[in-house]
């Protein structure tokens, strides 16, 4: 199975202030049709998963343009460009290239 | 919109069975895959389970395989997730998803004595 590891586990963030979350795959996710399927989700305190970006660096529908993701190969980022009170919660990385899907281990944003 | 609302989780002995079902609306149900997720108290994700929109193609997880069955009735717009031989570590918060684009608010499973 391929392992995701983000890091940092935590990230306090003073609003308006940046944040990037790294996302490491322990096998490139480059898929045999060219494409790579790493996506993004969010998950704020009580609520379901929310997806936020997919093959690196799509925005899905209805995202703030505030989240970016990037990278390639095995090696993944996203970034808020602005931290908001609304973006507090948990955030995961996900590899959709292989079964079984796997997800990072979570990282816990939270405000200074 | 897009809706899904899961429902049959409780609580149930180990060794039992349960039977989840997701019911959707708002997209044609029948051209979409579904998965099956889940998240035990204050742990992460975890992937359990897909199935193609015309349940040609399924995966499980390696912890639900052979005990787990993900099914669809697309004629009534539900999917399901038949769960046999639980276990306390299958105590989670079980969601259905539209690929992985939409999630519904969740079921929770507890197994326990």
């Known amino acids: 199975d391929i392992v995701m590891t983000q890091t940092p586990l935590s990230s306090p963030v003073t609003l308006g202030q940046p944040a990037s979350i790294s996302c490491r795959s322990s096998?490139?996710?480059?898929?045999?049709?060219?494409?790579?399927?790493l996506s993004w989700f969010q998950q704020r305190p009580g609520q379901p998963p929310r997806l936020l970006i997919y093959k690196i660096s799509k925005r899905f529908s209805g995202v703030p343009d505030r989240f970016s993701g990037s990278g390639a190969g095995a090696d993944f980022t996203l970034k808020i460009s602005r931290v908001e009170a609304e973006d507090v919660g948990v955030y995961y990385c996900?590899?959709?290239?292989?079964?079984?899907?796997?997800f990072g281990q979570g990282t816990k944003l939270e405000i200074k | 919109e897009v809706q899904l609302v899961e429902s049959g989780g409780g609580l149930v002995q180990p060794g039992g069975s349960l039977r989840l079902s997701c019911a959707a609306s708002?997209?044609?149900?029948?051209?979409?895959?579904m998965n099956w997720v889940r998240q035990a108290p204050g742990k992460g994700l975890e992937w359990v389970s897909c199935i193609s929109s015309s349940s040609s193609t399924i995966y499980y997880a390696d912890s639900v395989k052979g005990r787990f069955t993900i099914s669809r009735d697309n004629a009534k717009n539900s999917l399901f997730l038949q769960m046999n031989s639980l276990r306390a570590e299958d105590t989670a918060v079980y969601y259905c998803a539209r690929r992985l684009d939409d999630w519904g608010q969740g079921t929770l499973v507890t197994v326990s004595s």
């Open positions: 708002g997209f044609t149900f029948s051209t979409y895959t």
């Open positions: 996900m590899q959709g290239t292989q079964f079984p899907r796997t």
């Open positions: 096998e490139s996710l480059v898929h045999s049709d060219g494409d790579t399927y």
